[in-house]
């Protein structure tokens, strides 16, 4: 059994991502990290799970010793945070 998220069945999780953004005209790069994050557990307990990072115009430091973000790029990932979860808990019709 494979442990993708099936973006078909919770397209309602793209869409809300996708909408949220379009409204903060955010460039996306989709791509599948499989190993990175704690989402593999609960995909494969067979719980939806999509990662999510707004790390923006950000040398890529992850894990080195002078990982950092600027106070701007920081901020602004929370204000994509917020509006993602208002997306998320608008949704009308969730599948279980």
């Known amino acids: ?15 809300s991502f996708q909408q949220t953004f379009k409204e903060m005209n955010c460039k996306t790069n989709w791509t599948i990290f499989p190993a990175a994050t704690d989402s ?10 999509i990662g999510f990072s707004p790390i923006i115009n950000t040398p890529i430091l992850l894990h ?24 998320l808990a608008s949704e009308e019709t969730i599948d279980s």
């Not at 998220?5 to 869409?15: A, N, Q, Y």
Request: hydrophobic share 40%.
């Open 1 to 15: 059994q494979s442990s993708l998220t099936d973006i078909e069945k919770s397209s309602w999780w793209l869409k």
């Open 40 to 49: 593999r557990f609960l995909r494969s307990m067979g719980y939806p799970a």
């Open 64 to 87: 080195d010793h002078n990982e950092y973000l600027s106070i701007e790029v920081f901020l602004y990932g929370i204000d994509i945070y917020v509006k993602l979860i208002q997306h």
